[in-house]
């Protein structure tokens, strides 16, 4: 069970990292196009920051780290059972 819920949010996270990364990709694009008088979806990046991609990064910082507490918890039980 713990090693099924530790895989499912494992691979959430990662879907989730390449979701960031991607919307890194089109704010750099979109900012270098800005730069260049030409429109590749800027204002529609921006207006999506605070409800889609300032989530999505909160939730990939927290898995991250409640995916690290659970290993190590697991890592000490683990060690205290065998002793």
Same mark, same amino acid.
């Given at each position: 069970?713990?090693?099924? /819920?530790?895989?499912?949010?494992?691979?959430? !996270?990662?879907?989730?990292? /390449?979701?960031? *990364? $991607?919307?890194? !990709? =089109?704010?750099?694009?979109?900012?270098?196009?800005?730069?260049?008088?030409?429109? !590749?979806? /800027?204002? !529609?990046?921006?207006? *999506?920051?605070?409800? *889609?991609?300032?989530?999505?990064?909160?939730? *990939?910082?927290?898995?991250?780290?409640?995916?690290?507490?659970?290993? =190590?918890?697991?890592?000490?039980?683990?060690? $205290?059972?065998?002793?």
């Amino acid at each position: 069970m713990k090693d099924r /819920f530790l895989n499912g949010l494992n691979t959430a !996270l990662m879907l989730n990292l /390449f979701f960031v *990364l $991607a919307s890194f !990709l =089109w704010f750099a694009t979109a900012l270098i196009g800005r730069s260049l008088k030409i429109n !590749l979806g /800027f204002d !529609l990046w921006y207006r *999506l920051w605070e409800p *889609l991609f300032m989530p999505a990064i909160g939730i *990939l910082m927290a898995g991250a780290i409640a995916s690290g507490v659970i290993s =190590w918890m697991a890592r000490k039980l683990s060690a $205290a059972e065998s002793k």
